[in-house]
């Protein structure tokens, strides 16, 4: 009588499972852009997988006997986390991302892909996947969370995995695994160092400057348009990059979000949130849970502890990896079509302009001192075809062939086709307000957009065509990430590896001096952008924005240092911005310079610049 009941509970088990994977099958499936109703197919897996966990809750004993394995309840627990994980990737709600963390962790800690913890001798390979896989995702997700310790403990077991797993399945191909590995490692080199400086995402703490508030809290264009929604995408030879997330589109993406809690940004030892919550394993194996949730679920409860709800949202963001331009236009045309009224696009594009030889190029041009590395400067760029930056005109109007002369390589060989992305593919969008970054050795070519806009001016925010290094030959530029898009999301990090300080050089004190120094600068700034009569109207709109006013400042900063660090007369080095910015905050100007100045002087490294006299 008991075995058949077992087998009813197990019958039905498999069932509800099932279900719920069918179910999640669609929603993994969803775009991860545009603003199509999902919730209700989100409500509807979610709910199968509370239905199904609570009923192995209720049931464990049985279906233990009946010979359910710890991996199975793992592989629930990691389908719901995968599902979370899904959710924020379309929504950017960092709610989701605390609960997949949460999750994750849960599994982690409880060992449910672990033979050891199982009690069974040997594991099977197929289980052994599925414990790789769950790594790989855990992973991918303590990478955005920007959990830096839990991020170097994983990438350490998972390599110890990888290596158990090729010396004890030798029958099996684990090469792909090896090349995961390797990229974390590359990623967590170049991302997170100076991860003791400060959170890449918006954080009061720094972000957030008393003296300008009053300034910007009465500040009022004739026109405000909200930031909601932005397109995030980079593709180079050779990039940075961890499963489908690159070492710029990662920055951008934290960048453009609000840091969850004040907690994250204090540093800490690895440590579980689940020891308020302990488990432990009985003689057979499963697992008693003392936790009590509430949900039925691990303890979703905890992610409440981790976010601060008088938070705004974060901008919606699609995250493209490596698409076709036609993919990526296609995208953008249902962002835009679906844009609801008064609101601006964010579009980052960090791409190798012309053929797919950027680096190339890049790896001979330098900056540096003027005093001691000009004549290097100058003769590498003398040598360089200006053509990826025209100006092209004909009496004063534009050619139509000069929205289609240079383009960004979205692909890994080959020329034109759907890999071209050119400035004239961005015309038919500028029907809505657009806020442009572009970062590539070919970004001057977008300055012909400025004026051809179909409805709305579009903000232009433009890199140098050359990187600028003190010592070239200290910087991997290939493995370092974008400059421009450094100095963008990380300005402090930026300089510092332009002038060739690294995170070894100095106490945290030192840094701290160096922020509070950025910080009193940018204070100056808003103020002189709030009260400015020639301020532009594309810039005046957005300057409410905390993401996209942050951006502007930087980019303010990115373009004065450069200005001093790189041959006054080399245009190539320096980032344009389109329409201009008012004369008070220019690359010159004397309350802009003299921050650099200040900077410099702090970091001891002032020799590297060529500053105006004053």
């Known amino acids: 009588m008991a075995k058949k009941e077992n087998d009813v509970v197990s019958q039905t088990f498999h069932a509800l499972v099932e279900s719920a994977d069918r179910k999640f099958g669609r929603v993994r499936d969803l775009p991860l852009y545009g603003r199509a109703p999902q919730n209700h197919y989100f409500q509807k897996v979610f709910k199968a997988y509370m239905r199904l966990w609570k009923y192995q809750q209720e049931n464990r004993s049985k279906l233990v006997d009946s010979g359910l394995n710890r991996w199975e309840i793992g592989e629930i627990a990691s389908r719901i986390g995968q599902l979370y994980f899904n959710q924020y990737m379309r929504s950017s709600e960092a709610r989701f991302l605390v609960e997949a963390y949460v999750f994750y962790e849960a599994i982690l800690e409880r ?20 414990e790789l896989r769950f790594y790989a995702r855990f992973l991918l997700v303590a990478l955005i969370f920007n959990k830096v310790d839990m991020v170097r403990l994983l990438a350490e077991r998972f390599k ?133 949730a509430a949900s039925g679920l691990i303890d979703i409860n905890l992610a409440a502890d981790l976010t601060d709800p008088t938070l705004p949202p974060n901008p919606r963001k699609a995250v493209l990896y490596r698409p076709s331009a036609t993919r990526l236009l296609a995208v953008l045309a249902t962002i835009c079509e679906e844009l609801p009224p008064e609101t601006i696009v964010l579009i980052y594009l960090s791409a190798s302009g012309k053929a797919a030889h950027s680096n190339l190029s890049q790896a001979g041009s330098s900056g540096g001192s003027r005093k001691s590395s000009k004549d290097k400067v100058v003769s590498g760029a003398c040598g360089e075809d200006k053509s990826s930056a025209p100006e092209s005109h004909c009496n004063g109007k534009r050619e139509s062939s000069d929205y289609y002369d240079n383009y960004l390589w979205l692909g890994p060989r080959g020329y034109g086709g759907s890999n071209a992305l050119y400035p004239g593919d961005i015309i038919p969008f500028t029907r809505r307000p657009l806020f442009l970054i572009i970062d590539s050795d070919s970004s001057h070519a977008f300055k012909v957009l400025h004026g051809a806009e179909r409805g709305e001016p579009a903000a232009l925010l433009l890199s140098p065509l050359k990187p600028a290094f003190k010592n070239l030959f200290a910087v991997d530029t290939s493995r370092c990430g ?122 001891k490294v002032a020799d590297c610049f060529q500053f105006d006299d004053t």
């Open 111 to 130: 060992k449910y892909f672990d033979a050891r913890g199982s009690g069974k001798p040997k594991v099977d390979v197929g289980v052994r996947f599925k």
């Open 160 to 292: 110890g995995l990888v290596d158990d797993s090729m010396t004890n399945f030798r029958e099996t191909n684990f090469k792909e695994w090896k090349l995961v590995v390797q990229e974390i490692f590359r990623f967590m080199e170049v991302g997170t160092a100076f991860t003791n400086v400060r959170p890449f995402r918006y954080c009061a703490l720094f972000d957030s400057h008393p003296a300008s508030r009053p300034y910007l809290a009465r500040f009022h264009a004739r026109k405000i348009v909200k930031f909601r929604d932005a397109l995030l995408t980079s593709y180079h030879r050779n990039e940075v990059k961890f499963a489908e997330l690159t070492l710029d589109t990662y920055r951008m993406m934290q960048c453009l979000e609000w840091e969850p809690s004040g907690s994250f940004y204090q540093k800490r030892p690895v440590e579980s949130v689940y020891q308020k919550h302990p488990v432990e394993s009985n003689e057979n194996g499963t697992v008693i849970d003392h936790s009590g």
């Open 482 to 603: 974008s400059q421009f898009t450094f100095f963008l999301t990380a300005p402090l990090q930026a300089f510092c590896q332009m002038v060739g300080i690294t995170s070894a050089d100095s106490d945290m004190d030192f840094y701290n001096d160096a922020e509070e120094i950025l910080s009193i600068a940018f204070s100056e700034w808003e103020v002189i952008l709030c009260t400015s009569k020639g301020l532009d109207l594309v810039w005046a709109q957005v300057l409410s924005d905390p993401f996209l006013r942050r951006l502007i400042l930087r980019f303010i900063f990115c373009r004065s240092v450069l200005s001093v660090f790189c041959p006054r007369e080399d245009e190539q080095y320096l980032p344009i911005c389109l329409p201009h910015l008012p004369n008070s905050v220019s690359a010159r100007s004397e309350v802009v310079q003299s921050a650099v100045i200040r900077l410099a002087n702090h970091l």
